[in-house]
Protein backbone atom coordinates (compact mmCIF):
# COMPACT_ATOMS: atom_id res chain seq x y z
CA UNK A 1 0.00 0.00 0.00
CA UNK A 2 1.61 3.24 -0.90
CA UNK A 3 2.18 5.53 1.79
CA UNK A 4 -0.01 8.94 1.37
CA UNK A 5 1.29 12.27 1.96
CA UNK A 6 0.13 13.24 5.36
CA UNK A 7 1.79 10.23 6.68
CA UNK A 8 4.38 12.27 8.69
CA UNK A 9 1.53 14.23 10.52
CA UNK A 10 0.09 10.85 11.74
CA UNK A 11 3.61 10.06 12.69
CA UNK A 12 3.84 13.02 14.94
CA UNK A 13 0.10 12.39 16.17
CA UNK A 14 1.19 9.47 17.67
CA UNK A 15 4.01 10.40 19.66
CA UNK A 16 2.11 13.73 20.90
CA UNK A 17 -0.83 12.35 21.80
CA UNK A 18 0.58 9.12 23.56
CA UNK A 19 3.49 11.50 25.35
CA UNK A 20 0.14 13.91 26.53
CA UNK A 21 -1.92 11.57 28.05
CA UNK A 22 1.13 10.86 30.49
CA UNK A 23 2.05 14.32 30.86
CA UNK A 24 -1.42 15.90 31.18
CA UNK A 25 -2.29 12.86 33.78
CA UNK A 26 1.09 13.70 35.69
CA UNK A 27 0.18 17.39 35.63
CA UNK A 28 -3.45 16.59 37.20
CA UNK A 29 -1.81 14.90 39.65
CA UNK A 30 -0.56 18.04 41.16
CA UNK A 31 -3.58 19.93 40.53
CA UNK A 32 -5.15 21.39 43.68
CA UNK A 33 -8.79 22.19 44.45
CA UNK A 34 -11.82 22.86 47.03
CA UNK A 35 -14.27 19.53 47.27
CA UNK A 36 -17.24 18.64 48.78
CA UNK A 37 -15.28 18.14 52.37
CA UNK A 38 -14.22 21.90 52.73
CA UNK A 39 -15.35 25.06 52.91
CA UNK A 40 -15.75 26.74 49.19
CA UNK A 41 -17.36 30.19 49.83
CA UNK A 42 -14.02 31.36 51.32
CA UNK A 43 -11.34 30.59 48.36
CA UNK A 44 -8.90 32.27 50.78
CA UNK A 45 -9.24 29.78 53.99
CA UNK A 46 -10.33 26.42 51.67
CA UNK A 47 -7.93 24.13 52.42
CA UNK A 48 -7.22 22.24 49.00
CA UNK A 49 -6.21 19.00 48.12
CA UNK A 50 -4.55 17.43 45.27
CA UNK A 51 -6.34 15.64 42.45
CA UNK A 52 -3.89 12.91 42.27
CA UNK A 53 -6.08 11.11 45.03
CA UNK A 54 -9.01 10.24 42.76
CA UNK A 55 -7.00 7.99 40.80
CA UNK A 56 -10.52 6.27 40.05
CA UNK A 57 -11.49 9.35 38.15
CA UNK A 58 -9.00 9.23 35.90
CA UNK A 59 -9.61 5.89 34.97
CA UNK A 60 -12.90 6.69 33.69
CA UNK A 61 -11.91 9.40 31.41
CA UNK A 62 -9.51 7.47 30.40
CA UNK A 63 -12.09 4.66 29.31
CA UNK A 64 -14.93 7.79 28.25
CA UNK A 65 -11.61 8.17 25.57
CA UNK A 66 -11.53 4.71 24.30
CA UNK A 67 -15.30 4.65 24.11
CA UNK A 68 -14.99 7.71 21.66
CA UNK A 69 -12.94 4.39 19.41
CA UNK A 70 -16.35 3.02 18.44
CA UNK A 71 -16.99 6.61 16.93
CA UNK A 72 -14.30 6.83 15.03
CA UNK A 73 -15.02 2.96 13.89
CA UNK A 74 -18.56 3.73 12.80
CA UNK A 75 -17.21 6.90 10.99
CA UNK A 76 -14.88 4.78 8.91
CA UNK A 77 -17.77 2.52 8.09
CA UNK A 78 -19.73 5.62 7.14
CA UNK A 79 -16.68 5.83 4.90
CA UNK A 80 -16.22 2.92 3.86
CA UNK A 81 -20.40 2.86 2.63
CA UNK A 82 -20.01 6.30 1.33
CA UNK A 83 -17.41 5.05 -1.58
CA UNK A 84 -19.80 1.95 -1.79
CA UNK A 85 -16.37 -0.19 -0.37
CA UNK A 86 -17.37 -3.88 1.06
CA UNK A 87 -17.51 -4.28 4.63
CA UNK A 88 -14.56 -6.56 6.23
CA UNK A 89 -15.11 -8.77 8.57
CA UNK A 90 -12.29 -8.06 11.52
CA UNK A 91 -12.07 -4.35 10.33
CA UNK A 92 -16.06 -3.11 10.59
CA UNK A 93 -17.57 -6.00 12.09
CA UNK A 94 -17.43 -9.21 14.41
CA UNK A 95 -19.39 -12.35 13.84
CA UNK A 96 -21.54 -13.55 15.86
CA UNK A 97 -22.57 -9.76 16.67
CA UNK A 98 -23.47 -9.06 19.84
CA UNK A 99 -21.00 -10.99 21.91
CA UNK A 100 -19.67 -7.92 23.66
CA UNK A 101 -20.07 -9.90 27.38
CA UNK A 102 -16.86 -11.49 26.31
CA UNK A 103 -14.61 -7.98 26.64
CA UNK A 104 -15.69 -7.89 30.44
CA UNK A 105 -13.12 -9.84 31.61
CA UNK A 106 -10.35 -8.14 30.02
CA UNK A 107 -11.94 -4.94 31.03
CA UNK A 108 -11.99 -5.72 34.40
CA UNK A 109 -7.99 -6.30 34.25
CA UNK A 110 -8.21 -3.22 32.53
CA UNK A 111 -10.04 -1.25 35.37
CA UNK A 112 -8.47 -2.28 37.88
CA UNK A 113 -4.26 -2.02 36.49
CA UNK A 114 -4.86 1.33 35.16
CA UNK A 115 -6.16 2.76 38.74
CA UNK A 116 -3.32 0.86 40.47
CA UNK A 117 -1.06 2.64 38.01
CA UNK A 118 -2.41 5.99 38.20
CA UNK A 119 -1.78 6.07 41.79
CA UNK A 120 1.80 5.03 40.99
CA UNK A 121 2.22 8.02 38.51
CA UNK A 122 0.96 10.37 41.08
CA UNK A 123 4.23 8.66 43.40
CA UNK A 124 7.35 8.21 40.70
CA UNK A 125 8.17 10.17 37.96
CA UNK A 126 6.27 10.25 34.53
CA UNK A 127 9.30 9.04 32.50
CA UNK A 128 9.89 6.44 35.40
CA UNK A 129 6.33 5.65 34.86
CA UNK A 130 6.00 4.78 31.11
CA UNK A 131 9.74 3.19 30.80
CA UNK A 132 8.30 0.91 33.36
CA UNK A 133 5.19 -0.13 31.35
CA UNK A 134 7.53 -1.60 29.11
CA UNK A 135 7.65 -4.57 31.44
CA UNK A 136 4.76 -6.10 30.22
CA UNK A 137 6.87 -7.73 27.54
CA UNK A 138 8.09 -9.77 30.20
CA UNK A 139 5.14 -10.70 31.95
CA UNK A 140 3.12 -11.18 28.90
CA UNK A 141 5.63 -13.72 27.51
CA UNK A 142 5.67 -15.62 30.51
CA UNK A 143 1.75 -15.54 30.96
CA UNK A 144 1.12 -16.50 27.26
CA UNK A 145 3.73 -19.43 27.25
CA UNK A 146 2.11 -20.99 30.48
CA UNK A 147 -1.84 -20.06 29.39
CA UNK A 148 -1.60 -20.45 25.25
CA UNK A 149 1.66 -22.31 24.80
CA UNK A 150 3.72 -19.70 22.66
CA UNK A 151 6.40 -20.49 21.86
CA UNK A 152 9.64 -17.84 21.45
CA UNK A 153 12.83 -17.84 19.53
CA UNK A 154 15.91 -17.47 21.59
CA UNK A 155 16.83 -13.92 20.40
CA UNK A 156 13.15 -13.25 22.09
CA UNK A 157 14.44 -14.57 25.08
CA UNK A 158 17.86 -12.51 24.56
CA UNK A 159 15.29 -9.19 24.39
CA UNK A 160 13.40 -9.92 27.30
CA UNK A 161 16.61 -10.30 29.54
CA UNK A 162 18.39 -7.20 28.23
CA UNK A 163 14.57 -5.40 28.56
CA UNK A 164 14.39 -6.61 32.22
CA UNK A 165 17.70 -5.41 33.19
CA UNK A 166 17.09 -2.13 31.78
CA UNK A 167 14.06 -1.74 33.54
CA UNK A 168 15.90 -2.81 36.56
CA UNK A 169 18.39 0.44 35.92
CA UNK A 170 15.63 2.58 35.78
CA UNK A 171 14.53 1.10 38.91
CA UNK A 172 17.34 1.41 40.85
CA UNK A 173 17.75 5.30 39.24
CA UNK A 174 14.54 6.17 40.29
CA UNK A 175 14.79 4.20 44.34
CA UNK A 176 18.66 6.01 44.92
CA UNK A 177 16.85 9.66 43.94
CA UNK A 178 15.81 11.82 46.54
CA UNK A 179 12.15 11.82 46.30
CA UNK A 180 10.82 15.12 44.74
CA UNK A 181 6.92 17.65 44.63
CA UNK A 182 7.13 15.23 41.77
CA UNK A 183 7.75 12.37 42.78
CA UNK A 184 6.96 11.79 46.49
CA UNK A 185 7.50 8.15 46.91
CA UNK A 186 9.34 6.55 43.54
CA UNK A 187 9.68 3.44 45.61
CA UNK A 188 6.42 2.52 46.06
CA UNK A 189 5.11 4.06 42.93
CA UNK A 190 7.89 1.81 40.51
CA UNK A 191 5.75 -1.04 42.60
CA UNK A 192 2.36 -0.26 42.22
CA UNK A 193 3.27 0.23 38.29
CA UNK A 194 4.94 -3.36 37.99
CA UNK A 195 1.81 -5.02 40.08
CA UNK A 196 -0.62 -2.93 37.46
CA UNK A 197 1.41 -4.33 34.43
CA UNK A 198 1.25 -7.76 35.38
CA UNK A 199 -2.62 -7.48 35.67
CA UNK A 200 -2.32 -6.03 31.82
CA UNK A 201 -0.55 -8.90 31.00
CA UNK A 202 -3.04 -10.65 32.17
CA UNK A 203 -6.21 -8.86 29.92
CA UNK A 204 -3.57 -9.54 27.03
CA UNK A 205 -3.69 -13.26 27.46
CA UNK A 206 -7.84 -13.10 27.85
CA UNK A 207 -7.70 -10.35 24.77
CA UNK A 208 -5.28 -13.01 22.42
CA UNK A 209 -7.58 -15.78 23.64
CA UNK A 210 -10.74 -13.92 22.38
CA UNK A 211 -9.17 -12.98 19.20
CA UNK A 212 -8.33 -16.49 18.65
CA UNK A 213 -11.57 -17.54 18.58
CA UNK A 214 -13.62 -14.24 16.57
CA UNK A 215 -11.96 -12.25 14.16
CA UNK A 216 -12.40 -8.63 16.11
CA UNK A 217 -11.64 -5.51 14.88
CA UNK A 218 -9.19 -3.37 16.74
CA UNK A 219 -11.19 -0.30 17.48
CA UNK A 220 -14.63 -2.93 18.39
CA UNK A 221 -12.09 -4.15 21.42
CA UNK A 222 -10.85 -0.79 22.38
CA UNK A 223 -14.30 0.79 22.56
CA UNK A 224 -16.36 -2.13 24.67
CA UNK A 225 -13.64 -2.68 26.82
CA UNK A 226 -14.00 1.38 27.45
CA UNK A 227 -17.70 0.94 27.85
CA UNK A 228 -17.20 -2.00 30.41
CA UNK A 229 -14.77 -0.26 32.20
CA UNK A 230 -16.62 2.94 32.07
CA UNK A 231 -19.77 0.42 34.12
CA UNK A 232 -17.07 -0.82 36.28
CA UNK A 233 -15.43 2.30 37.69
CA UNK A 234 -18.46 4.33 38.18
CA UNK A 235 -19.74 1.16 40.11
CA UNK A 236 -17.16 0.85 42.53
CA UNK A 237 -17.23 4.69 43.12
CA UNK A 238 -20.95 4.93 43.75
CA UNK A 239 -20.46 2.36 45.80
CA UNK A 240 -18.11 4.09 48.54
CA UNK A 241 -20.50 6.48 48.87
CA UNK A 242 -21.51 4.20 51.29
CA UNK A 243 -18.99 4.59 53.05
CA UNK A 244 -18.54 6.84 56.36
CA UNK A 245 -14.92 8.12 54.94
CA UNK A 246 -14.50 6.53 51.55
CA UNK A 247 -10.66 6.28 50.17
CA UNK A 248 -12.50 7.82 47.20
CA UNK A 249 -15.75 9.86 46.71
CA UNK A 250 -16.67 10.63 43.08
CA UNK A 251 -18.62 14.06 44.41
CA UNK A 252 -15.30 15.30 45.59
CA UNK A 253 -13.39 14.67 42.64
CA UNK A 254 -16.34 16.24 40.09
CA UNK A 255 -16.44 18.61 42.59
CA UNK A 256 -12.95 19.71 42.30
CA UNK A 257 -13.51 20.21 38.30
CA UNK A 258 -16.17 22.62 39.06
CA UNK A 259 -13.59 24.64 41.21
CA UNK A 260 -10.32 24.45 38.67
CA UNK A 261 -11.14 23.99 34.84
CA UNK A 262 -7.71 23.37 34.88
CA UNK A 263 -8.89 19.69 36.43
CA UNK A 264 -11.34 19.63 34.05
CA UNK A 265 -9.19 20.69 30.91
CA UNK A 266 -6.63 17.95 32.18
CA UNK A 267 -9.21 15.24 31.97
CA UNK A 268 -11.15 16.28 28.73
CA UNK A 269 -7.49 16.27 27.06
CA UNK A 270 -6.88 12.93 28.40
CA UNK A 271 -9.68 11.40 26.96
CA UNK A 272 -9.34 12.81 23.52
CA UNK A 273 -5.65 12.17 23.86
CA UNK A 274 -6.26 8.31 24.14
CA UNK A 275 -9.10 8.29 20.77
CA UNK A 276 -6.12 9.78 18.88
CA UNK A 277 -3.62 7.49 20.39
CA UNK A 278 -5.45 4.56 19.26
CA UNK A 279 -6.51 5.77 16.03
CA UNK A 280 -3.40 6.98 14.60
CA UNK A 281 -1.89 3.71 15.80
CA UNK A 282 -4.22 1.62 13.76
CA UNK A 283 -3.22 4.18 10.72
CA UNK A 284 0.33 4.09 11.18
CA UNK A 285 -0.50 0.01 10.92
CA UNK A 286 -2.68 0.19 8.28
CA UNK A 287 -0.24 2.33 5.96
CA UNK A 288 3.63 2.17 7.22
CA UNK A 289 4.58 -0.83 9.11
CA UNK A 290 5.06 -2.58 12.77
CA UNK A 291 8.48 -2.12 12.70
CA UNK A 292 8.02 2.03 12.85
CA UNK A 293 5.09 1.50 15.31
CA UNK A 294 7.26 -0.26 17.05
CA UNK A 295 10.40 2.30 17.01
CA UNK A 296 8.03 4.99 16.95
CA UNK A 297 6.54 3.97 20.25
CA UNK A 298 9.63 3.12 21.67
CA UNK A 299 10.44 7.30 21.34
CA UNK A 300 7.17 8.08 23.71
CA UNK A 301 9.67 7.41 27.10
CA UNK A 302 12.48 9.91 25.67
CA UNK A 303 9.93 12.45 25.01
CA UNK A 304 8.61 12.36 28.35
CA UNK A 305 11.98 12.32 29.78
CA UNK A 306 12.77 15.23 27.76
CA UNK A 307 9.78 17.42 28.60
CA UNK A 308 10.16 16.62 32.45
CA UNK A 309 13.84 17.86 32.37
CA UNK A 310 12.90 20.96 30.67
CA UNK A 311 9.92 21.52 33.02
CA UNK A 312 11.74 20.64 35.79
CA UNK A 313 9.45 17.50 36.64
CA UNK A 314 12.59 15.56 36.89
CA UNK A 315 16.00 16.00 37.70
CA UNK A 316 18.67 14.30 35.62
CA UNK A 317 19.70 10.72 37.00
CA UNK A 318 22.44 9.46 35.39
CA UNK A 319 21.60 5.77 35.85
CA UNK A 320 18.22 6.62 33.49
CA UNK A 321 20.05 7.03 30.32
CA UNK A 322 21.35 3.27 30.23
CA UNK A 323 18.54 1.87 31.65
CA UNK A 324 16.21 3.78 28.65
CA UNK A 325 18.65 2.15 26.13
CA UNK A 326 18.71 -1.42 27.53
CA UNK A 327 14.83 -1.15 27.97
CA UNK A 328 14.36 0.14 24.07
CA UNK A 329 17.44 -2.56 22.77
CA UNK A 330 15.42 -5.49 24.62
CA UNK A 331 12.15 -4.33 23.16
CA UNK A 332 13.65 -4.20 19.62
CA UNK A 333 15.26 -7.08 19.93
CA UNK A 334 12.03 -8.98 20.95
CA UNK A 335 10.24 -7.20 17.99
CA UNK A 336 13.12 -7.81 15.51
CA UNK A 337 13.34 -4.39 14.85
CA UNK A 338 16.98 -4.84 15.46
CA UNK A 339 18.04 -7.97 14.66
CA UNK A 340 21.51 -10.12 14.62
CA UNK A 341 21.53 -12.60 11.77
CA UNK A 342 25.22 -13.58 12.51
CA UNK A 343 23.76 -14.80 15.84
CA UNK A 344 20.26 -15.75 15.85
CA UNK A 345 17.67 -17.48 13.54
CA UNK A 346 15.23 -15.38 12.78
CA UNK A 347 13.21 -18.23 10.63
CA UNK A 348 10.97 -17.73 7.15
CA UNK A 349 9.59 -14.61 6.10
CA UNK A 350 6.85 -13.16 4.83
CA UNK A 351 6.39 -11.67 1.44
CA UNK A 352 5.71 -8.45 3.03
CA UNK A 353 9.29 -8.84 4.51
CA UNK A 354 7.44 -8.53 7.98
CA UNK A 355 8.66 -10.72 10.95
CA UNK A 356 6.01 -13.76 11.08
CA UNK A 357 4.38 -13.06 14.21
CA UNK A 358 3.92 -16.21 16.56
CA UNK A 359 2.94 -14.23 20.19
CA UNK A 360 0.11 -12.44 21.83
CA UNK A 361 2.58 -9.48 22.33
CA UNK A 362 2.53 -8.77 18.24
CA UNK A 363 -0.84 -10.68 16.94
CA UNK A 364 -2.65 -9.19 19.58
CA UNK A 365 -3.65 -5.32 20.90
CA UNK A 366 -2.99 -3.86 24.38
CA UNK A 367 -4.96 -1.62 25.69
CA UNK A 368 -3.04 0.49 27.42
CA UNK A 369 -2.60 3.20 25.65
CA UNK A 370 1.24 3.94 25.91
CA UNK A 371 3.02 0.56 26.05
CA UNK A 372 5.52 -0.16 23.75
CA UNK A 373 5.00 -3.22 22.18
CA UNK A 374 1.82 -2.53 19.92
CA UNK A 375 1.59 -4.51 16.69
CA UNK A 376 -2.51 -4.11 16.16
CA UNK A 377 -3.97 -1.77 18.65
CA UNK A 378 -3.01 0.18 21.22
CA UNK A 379 -4.07 1.86 25.56
CA UNK A 380 -4.04 3.00 28.18
Not at 210 to 226: D, F, Q, S, Y
Not at 262 to 280: D, H, K
Not at 358 to 373: G, W
Request: with cysteine; glycine share 6%.
Amino acid sequence: MDVPNWFFIVIILFVVSGSVYTLITKWSDDLHACGVYHNHTNATTCKKTAFGDHPFIQTIFMFLGEVLCLFVLHVQIFHANLKGETLEEGIHFMKPEGKVWMFMLPALCDTTACTIMNVGLNLTYASVWQMLRGSIVIFTAFVSKIALRTTYRAYQWVGIAVLAGGLAVVGLASVLHKSSETASNPTLGAILVIISVFIQSLQVTFEEFIIEKHNVPALLIVGWEGIWGTIFSTSVLSSLLLWNNPPEDIRDGFMMMAHNPQILLAMVTSMFSIMCFNWVGLTITKYGSATQRVVLASCLPVAIWIFGLIARWESFLPLQLPGFLMVSCGIALFKEVLRITAIFDYGEKEASGDPVETDPLTANKNLNVQTPIPKHINSK
